[in-house]
């Protein structure tokens, strides 16, 4: 008799000794480890979504004299090549919602006005809108208050994109998820960390006790 006869006859014997459960069970291990290669790009996939807490304030909004610095807004079509704002305040960046009429400067984070009492804020754990894959915080009061540039922020919705000048370029952003959180001091800001990301933060339209995250990636650079 051939060696692999002898093999072959020996398997056979094997299996004729296992029971009907113990056939089941190898069955249903094999079953669960083709499940998991086939899920196996989708796990992977998945991996990058992470998060970051985030300390802010928004509790008050203080109604003082603070000089509003707003931009002009400039008409300009979707079509036409991007032509800087002018700058004359020394703003780190300029946010420009056109949806919502907006157009915004911030500071630097450790410029003495960036703080959200006063202006748009960049917000410290932020990165540069340069940076890989970074985050760009932004915080700001909503309600009625000469310093709530965010009043209009809870008109967006996922697909609406929002856009920054930073150093000669223009980075915009399409909003990929909102959600909500208890207002507490701290923020969680769940997103994709292989992408460029813009977070935007305000207080939640006619609820006091929370505070709304607008998610957005990066869409491109001119």
Do not use: W
Not at 12 to 34: E, M, P, Q, W
Not at 81 to 99: A, E, F, H, R, W
Not at 154 to 165: P, R, W
Not at 167 to 186: A, P, R, S
Request: proline content about 3%; some cysteine.
């Amino acid at each position: 008799m051939s060696k692999s006869k002898k093999i072959t006859k020996k398997i056979d014997s094997f299996i004729s000794k296992l029971d009907n459960r113990t056939i089941v069970i190898i069955a249903f291990i094999a079953v669960i480890g083709g499940l998991l290669l086939i899920s196996y790009d989708y796990l992977k996939g998945k991996k990058d979504m992470a998060y970051q807490k985030v300390s802010i304030s928004l509790y008050s909004e203080v109604n003082n004299k603070t000089q509003d610095n707003t931009p002009q807004n400039i008409e300009a079509s979707e079509e036409d090549p991007y032509v800087p704002t002018p700058n004359p305040n020394g703003y780190l960046g300029i946010l420009t919602i056109d949806k919502i009429n907006l157009q915004q400067g911030f500071y630097d984070k450790n410029n003495e006005h960036n703080n959200v009492s006063e202006n748009l804020t960049f917000l410290s754990p932020s990165n540069y809108p340069d940076e890989k894959n970074g985050n760009v915080i932004l915080v700001a009061h909503s309600g009625v208050t000469r310093i709530a540039y965010f009043r209009n922020l809870y008109q967006l919705k996922v697909g609406d994109t929002a856009k920054i000048e930073y150093k000669g370029h223009l980075y915009t952003y399409k909003i990929d998820n909102i959600y909500n959180e208890t207002k507490d001091g701290n923020v969680t800001i769940y997103r994709d960390t292989t992408k460029q990301t813009l977070t935007m933060i305000t207080c939640t339209k006619n609820d006091n006790t929370k505070q709304t995250i607008y998610i957005a990636y990066l869409e491109s650079v001119k």
